[in-house]
């Protein structure tokens, strides 16, 4: 009786191989401005009945006909409206299409600013976020794991798992540096500004979005575990690290009764 066996991969050779999947689905000879305008031309209210999707589809050369490319779209189709959500195609031409830095910038502004006010509120940018991480951390990954071997299965599916994970502080992360230094809505101008932060321009690109939330979530963990550990085996502090400490708080205390 024959066995598989699995090659465990680290999460740079599964983004590796998750980025090469996405060649599968031919957005890539596409440019973004194209899938963008499409979309929206054979929809209605941002969504796209079976016939225009596919008319879609074929206007920008994908073969939907494919299995795997027709299970692909299923996840960006809502079962309740029966519908494709324009937004989220746009999204992948967007992450996967043919453009400028700045057209792609202007494209992701542009599809959530749902009240065209030429300005998005919290909330809009909240909805952006959500979507770009869906795209990058589940549905992509998915293509993955239908393109991959047995051998690399594991791996991919143990990694789509701790992107998961990920998803919620990655967001909140981002709202974080998106609105530290404005008020509660954001003009183009400012939303431009903002991608000239490496860490904000990884919100067009999936590969680069993964690493980064990947290498955030072991920054916060590691810094968990040593919280642990300090809690566990006081004594692992020194002397220099303890005067310190008291030094803080003294002079927050000093602070306090200054202020009365």
């Known amino acids: 009786m ?6 465990h991969l680290d999460h740079k050779s599964c983004d590796e191989l998750i980025h090469n999947s996405e060649n599968y689905l031919g957005l890539f000879k596409c440019k973004s401005i194209d899938i963008d305008r499409i979309t929206h031309r054979n929809s209605y209210n941002l969504q796209m009945s079976q016939i225009q999707f596919e ?35 746009t999204l992948l ?27 998005l509120a919290y909330e809009e940018i909240q909805t952006m976020l959500k979507d770009i991480c869906r795209i ?9 794991l239908r393109l991959c071997t047995s051998e690399e ?31 509660n809505e954001i003009t183009m101008d400012e939303f431009k500004k903002l991608f000239e ?42 002397k220099e690290m303890m005067d310190k400490l008291e030094s803080t708080k003294l002079k927050r205390k000093m602070t306090k009764t200054e202020l009365g």
Do not use: H, W
């Open 2 to 7: 024959g066995c598989c066996s699995s090659r």
């Open 55 to 89: 008319l879609s589809c074929r206007n920008l050369g994908i073969n939907y006909k494919d299995p795997i490319i027709s299970d692909f779209f299923m996840q960006i189709y809502n079962q309740n409206e029966y519908s494709y959500s324009v937004r989220e195609f």
């Open 93 to 119: 031409g967007i992450f996967l299409g043919i453009g400028t830095k700045e057209e792609k910038i202007q494209l992701l502004f542009q599809n959530y600013d749902i009240d065209a006010s030429k300005t």
């Open 136 to 144: 990058s951390f589940q549905y992509l990954p998915s293509l993955a």
């Open 153 to 183: 299965r594991p791996s991919i599916e143990k990694y789509k798992l701790q992107l998961r994970r990920f998803r919620n502080s990655t967001i909140k992360v981002y709202l974080e540096i998106i609105f530290e230094d404005v008020g």
């Open 197 to 238: 932060k490496p860490i904000i321009g990884n919100l067009i690109n999936a590969s680069s979005l993964r690493m980064y939330s990947k290498n955030l979530y072991a920054a916060v963990r590691n810094q968990v575990e040593a919280v642990k550990a300090i809690i566990a085996n006081p004594e692992l502090i020194d």
